[in-house]
């Protein structure tokens, strides 16, 4: 049933969004057919696929880890700002632009900065008891007014007409791409190796173990001497960690520059992408690649059909509440209860 869930809440959303296509207006299979055949009928449409798919892949995987031990950072979104705001500054003020230490440096930076925005909720849960999903979701709102400070003022592009954005990161501090037609890069090789790596910590590994006990049987963990602030550091630096690695490869990749649109709500998506593939790493490349769709569908209905981008977080938000009332529905049943009146008792 766990594996069904997923399966009837994407079902129930398309149910439900041929529904709202037939009130819009449209017809609802060639609604359906625009937004889920037709961006992969193209080779640039195969690659934005994969190219959007891979950071909610990369993320999901690193929140699952926390998720697993009731672990809840809601602030991915944060740390993918913040890596690519760390990545970029070293890919715009590193003196030798042509090195090929930029790369890899940026890598690093990129990590660091996902890892240091995180360490700050899990300072704070681990040492104050705070809740994370409140301080991890605030600290996104801090991380977005930071990139807007930075990008309408020190680090703005002089010769950028005042948009607010930076100047273009040099070419060697940008992923090759597979073909000079499509934005498809080698970042796609940072999360087949996250993806693995994922499946050996939370499978083979004891780590993965202990964090998984301790999120199933919080009790039996603690007799069995599994320490929770250890589950809780390690489960939000992870997290943190392969965040600011998407938002470095955002930079280094599809955008080459900083600006405020860095992301399009990949961190948030992501937590839908983790539950989608039941916290499992195989289960999470399924969800980033039908998440990615919905990206690419809302993008092809606007243009064929007229309707509005938000459609595309409809479809997020429809989804997310199906898979919330599938695993309701699992792990509840509804049961009758006859309350018989005892005689003599008002």
Known sequence: MRIIAPVAAIGLTIVISSIMFAL????PVAALYA?????????????????KASPLILIGCGLAIGFRANVWNIGAEGQLIMGAIAASGVGLFYPDPESALILPLMFVAGML???AWAAIPAFLRARMNTNEILVTLMLTYVATLFLSLLVHGPWRDPDGFNYPQTALLPNAAMFDVFDYSYRLNTSIFITVVAVVAMWVFTERSFFGYKMSVGGAA???ARYAGFKESGSIWLGLLISGAVAGIAGMAEASGPL???SPQIS???GFAAIIVAFIGRLNAIGIVFGGLFLS????GGEAVQLSLGMPSSVTLIFQGMLLFF???SDFLIFYRFRRVVRHRVEGQA
């Open 113 to 115: 900065g996902g890892i």
């Open 293 to 296: 769709l919905l990206y690419l």
């Open 323 to 325: 898979l919330l009332a």
């Open 218 to 220: 919080p009790l039996a």
């Open 24 to 27: 819009m207006g449209h017809n």
């Open 256 to 258: 080459g520059q900083l």
């Open 35 to 51: 937004f889920f055949v037709e961006p992969l009928t193209s080779v640039n449409g195969v690659s934005e696929w994969l190219l």
């Open 264 to 266: 399009p709500g990949y």
